[in-house]
């Protein structure tokens, strides 16, 4: 049977003519059980539709890994540092537990489980947005299902190890319960109605194509140096109530008060990520993380009018780079452009980590049990940015 890649049905919410290419439902396919040309396919799918989800899934942690590593074969250990003595990973951050049986794979969710791969009892905490915003919403509006979005990110170190390819996330269990609801809380009264415990997703290609022209060219001629051990160092800030970056208040770990850690080692890469696949730029920016922006000036020729920085500069004042990039990347999240996943039990999400930004959402009490397995890999080298042709045309 042939492979069939069916569009994802939208919420009301999403602008359809901003989907038209991202997301598809993968039927008449086992991914436990793939041969080299379904690979293929799917790979290819996977940088076209950046979201692959498949239903029904039965998947063991080393079929899970086996295909993730599929994807992207030239990948390496796990995508965020995790070994022992080491501290710089979302791991500890985030409560992911790692699968002893398979160490590539974090089992993550909410509630107590019980005899789950190779754990006897493990107390896993869906991450709300009460523990990283600086104004969580009230206990009255949660009760009423107000919620937040809580990071948006992509899955990578930031540090030491190339960001990965492909995530693939595989709900076990779905916890039930009444839809919520986003609220942005920046001013703007922007709201989302989401799906209990949804896994919101944007395109980084749509963050980069609605900026108007002169961010446009702000961004092809930008790259950003992330701070080392970066969830280390973010840890003691806040997130700002959109999940779209850190509000300026100095919180940050000092750096010579962080782990040992190595210039060389720290990540600088473009803006804009070029697609492997298609060749489109996608906006790539983990906002949380940036510590300093550095902008080329204008290529020669290019007319000044109206554009921004067009001398070029190396900002390091945390404010003016933050205030920037949530400008070029809050555009996106609006509700018109964010896919809110409604998990079904054996759903398997595979994602282009490479080509979109994700956020865990809303909140979960003790007894609404959340099993998921996560698998993301280390990418064997950084993403290439925009090409001289990229840049004459969008600078
Ligand atoms: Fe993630």
């Known amino acids: 049977m042939a492979i069939e890649?069916?569009?994802?049905?939208?919420?009301?919410?999403a602008d359809p003519s901003r989907f038209i290419e991202f997301g598809r439902e993968v039927r008449g396919v086992n991914p436990a059980t793939l041969n080299p040309e379904e690979v293929t396919e799917i790979r290819d799918a996977l940088y076209k539709h950046d979201v692959l989800l498949f239903r029904g899934v039965s998947l063991t942690?080393?079929?899970q890994h086996i295909f993730t590593k599929e994807l992207d074969p030239t990948s390496e250990g796990y995508g965020h540092i995790n070994k022992p003595g080491k501290v710089s990973g979302a791991i500890q951050i985030f409560g992911l537990k790692t699968i002893p049986r398979v160490p590539a794979v974090q089992l993550l969710g909410n509630g107590t489980v019980h005899d789950h791969e190779g754990f006897e009892e493990v107390e896993l905490k869906h991450p709300s947005h009460k523990k990283f915003h600086k104004t969580p919403v009230s206990a009255t509006d949660?009760?009423?299902?107000?919620?937040?979005?809580?990071?948006?990110?992509?899955?990578a170190a930031f540090y030491d190890v190339s960001p990965s390819r492909v995530t693939s996330l595989y709900g076990l269990v779905v916890p039930k319960g009444a839809p919520q609801t986003v609220k942005y809380d920046d001013g703007t009264g922007d709201e989302l109605p989401v799906p209990l415990a949804?896994?919101?997703?944007?395109?980084?290609?749509?963050?980069?194509?609605?900026?108007?022209?002169?961010?446009?060219?702000?961004?092809?001629?930008?790259?950003?140096?992330?701070?080392?051990?970066?969830?280390?160092?973010?840890?003691p800030a806040h997130i700002?109530?959109?999940?779209?970056?850190?509000?300026?208040?100095?919180?940050?770990?000092p750096l010579d008060q962080l782990p040992e850690w190595h210039e060389a080692k720290c990540k600088t890469l473009?803006?804009?990520?070029?697609?492997?696949?298609?060749?489109?730029?996608?906006?790539?920016?983990?906002?949380?993380?940036?510590?300093?922006?550095?902008?080329?000036?204008?290529?020669?020729?290019?007319?000044?009018?109206?554009?921004?920085?067009?001398?070029?500069?190396?900002?390091?004042n945390l404010k003016e780079v933050r205030d920037l990039l949530y400008r070029m990347q809050r555009p996106a999240i609006s509700p018109e452009f964010v896919y809110p996943h409604e998990w079904r039990e054996n759903d398997l999400i595979i994602f282009h980590n490479r080509g979109l930004m994700h956020s865990v959402?809303?909140?979960?009490?003790?007894?609404?049990?959340?099993?998921?397995?996560?698998?993301?890999?280390?990418g064997s080298d950084d993403p290439i940015g925009p090409s001289t042709e990229d840049v004459n045309n969008w600078a």
């Open 240 to 253: 700002l109530p959109t999940g779209l970056g850190i509000e300026t208040e100095d919180l940050e770990m």
């Open 142 to 155: 949660e009760e009423s299902g107000i919620t937040r979005f809580c990071r948006w990110h992509m899955d």
């Open 270 to 316: 473009p803006v804009l990520w070029k697609n492997e696949g298609t060749g489109k730029l996608h906006f790539q920016v983990h906002p949380c993380g940036v510590m300093e922006l550095f902008i080329d000036p204008l290529p020669m020729g290019v007319n000044c009018e109206g554009a921004l920085y067009p001398e070029g500069a190396h900002i390091t």
């Open 361 to 378: 959402v809303g909140a979960l009490t003790r007894d609404q049990v959340r099993v998921f397995h996560q698998c993301t890999l280390a």
């Open 198 to 235: 949804t896994t919101a997703f944007v395109s980084g290609h749509t963050m980069f194509d609605i900026l108007p022209a002169a961010l446009k060219s702000l961004a092809v001629r930008s790259r950003v140096k992330y701070a080392p051990h970066m969830y280390l160092w973010m840890s």
């Open 61 to 63: 942690p080393e079929q």
């Open 5 to 13: 890649l069916v569009p994802l049905s939208l919420p009301l919410s």
